[in-house]
């Protein structure tokens, strides 16, 4: 199948004008690092190498902003904005929203675009085309529900054992997800073993390293936990991302995507990367294994997908929402830095950034530019600890620092914070007790990320140049001939646009 696929985009040539696109496809994968692409090259045969061959490949794309996390990272992919304009600092004040409860008494906390602030390519769209169709799903609510902004269209997440959303969207399930759910997909992977796909000569990682896992499991084969806690656990294996997939291919069919003559939309997230990223860390076997897995299942994916809708009418999107660091303990000399202990009741410590009631302070009468000051001399001293910024002092930082450019577009005006630190190459934000590789931090690993484009008229390339994840809504919305609502932090990307858009 995937010869055919190879086949099928080889005859696409620029010689006569190209149908226009009735379906535009976001893949973002979870932490996933360009070096990947690289690294596993000449092992991939699905996805990934259908993109590598026939695609625009920008291999230095960057979540251009300090808290390289999931929200943040996924806000940014179709709105063209940073997370100081989107509103979505970090995970925490990502998605959770106790007024739109998930359906069917799910316990789990609720979900909405509720901090979400401004637009995103969906609601462009659907301006001149009310009848627009549009699917996002994800393992995570926040990857979900954050590429398409504020709109109420149908997005879904794993939780418990099915795919569920809140009431912001829906007040019950559609028949499908239903159907799809009543399979118990989860069920079937109950106590399987997730041993080596290739040969273990294959494989130039060690098998065997006592800082991942937390020490536990940390050679293969793996087993899959059981029927009762597999509902819950899935999520830290590959197979959610193969559960992931065909339910979108199952949404796709359902809501009939790509069948009209204007383009729909649909969102895939895929988590499992991060998962076993965090567990394992980017230098080991297991992510070697995983990242071969995923491409297979992406080029089922897309060999599925097009089945539905002609290659040539589908435009795919490649990304990421943040990288991810080498765990600390490979390198002597290197650590973990955690600032937590300086926050006070009401305050909180997340990526390096400590976040405060400054209204409230101010009003207590606290000189809270003293404070943010003695925070950041106690924060300076810390071991791994390169810089460290007040409200005053990142101010006062020339145009040209780059670092402060980063926490310039992660704090929104107004956002009440006191310290925003910056860590030596090779430290991690992290309790000493993690256990995992971590990201989040401005360092160049977490904040370089893929980005591809593979369609009608796009040509196949590898683009060195640095180009940002908020350059990807305005590229789509001249490729869609569709004009944003607000200024956008970034730029049609000169390269996949065709000569008639430039």
Not at 23 to 33: A, E, I, K, T, W
Not at 176 to 189: E, I, K, Y
Not at 235 to 248: E, I, N
Not at 328 to 336: D, H, N
């Amino acid at each position: 199948m995937i010869e055919t696929l190879f086949m099928s985009f080889s005859v696409c040539t620029a010689q006569a004008p190209a149908p226009p696109v009735s379906l535009v496809v976001l893949v973002s994968v979870d932490q996933l690092r360009p070096d990947y692409l690289a690294r596993y090259d000449t092992q991939f045969t699905g996805g990934f190498r259908v993109i590598l061959d026939h695609g625009t490949l920008y291999d230095h794309g960057r979540q251009n902003h300090a808290i390289t996390a999931t929200a943040p990272g996924h806000a940014t992919l179709l709105s063209g904005r940073e997370p100081a304009s989107t509103g979505i600092v970090d995970n925490a004040h990502g998605v959770e929203d106790p007024t739109a409860p998930l359906l069917a008494g799910d316990p789990r906390p609720g979900a909405s675009p509720c901090r979400f602030r401004g637009t995103a390519l969906v609601d462009w769209l659907e301006a001149s085309d009310p009848e627009i169709r549009v699917l996002s799903v994800s393992g995570k609510d926040r990857a979900a529900i954050l590429p398409v902004g504020r709109a109420r269209v149908p997005v879904f997440w794993w939780s418990r054992g099915r795919f569920t959303t809140s009431r912001y969207y829906a007040d019950t399930l559609p028949a499908w997800v239903r159907a799809f759910n009543a399979r118990r997909s989860d069920q079937h992977l109950a106590g399987r073993t997730w041993d080596l796909l290739l040969a273990p000569t294959a494989y130039r990682e060690r098998d065997e390293e006592p800082y991942e896992n937390g020490g536990h499991d940390v050679t293969f084969p793996h087993r899959l936990p059981g029927a009762a806690e597999i509902p819950d656990l899935l999520q830290d294996y590959p197979w959610m991302d193969s559960l992931t997939l065909a339910f979108a291919l199952e949404g796709a069919r359902a809501l009939d995507l790509g069948g009209r003559p204007r383009p729909d939309v649909m969102v895939v997230a895929l988590s499992a990367t991060d998962a076993v990223g965090h567990r394992y860390g980017p230098d080991s076997r297991e992510i070697h294994d995983h990242l071969l897995r995923l491409d297979r299942w992406l080029g089922w994916f897309l060999d599925s997908l097009a089945a539905r809708v002609p290659r040539e009418r589908t435009l795919v999107v490649l990304s990421a929402d943040h990288g991810v660091q080498s765990y600390p303990e490979r390198s002597r000399g290197k650590g973990r830095v955690w600032l937590g202990d300086l926050a006070r009741p009401g305050q909180s410590f997340s990526s390096g950034l400590l976040s405060a009631d400054t209204t409230g302070l101010h009003a207590s009468g606290m000189r809270v530019d003293s404070v943010a000051s003695a925070l950041a001399a106690e924060a300076v001293r810390r071991r791994g600890v390169a810089r460290v910024f007040t409200p005053a002092s990142l101010s006062a930082a020339p145009p040209g620092d780059s670092v402060a450019m980063l926490w310039r577009n992660t704090i929104p005006p107004g956002y009440g914070w006191l310290i925003a630190g910056v860590l030596e190459p090779g430290f991690v934000w992290s309790t000493e007790q993690s256990g995992e590789a971590e990201h989040g931090s401005t360092a160049n690993e977490d904040v370089t990320v893929p980005m591809a484009f593979l369609g009608p008229e796009i040509p196949k390339a590898v683009i060195h140049r640095v180009v940002r994840t908020v350059d990807i809504a305005p590229t789509l919305a001249i490729l869609l001939g569709v004009r944003p609502w607000e200024r956008l932090d970034g730029v049609p990307l000169g390269e996949v646009l065709r000569p008639a858009d430039q």
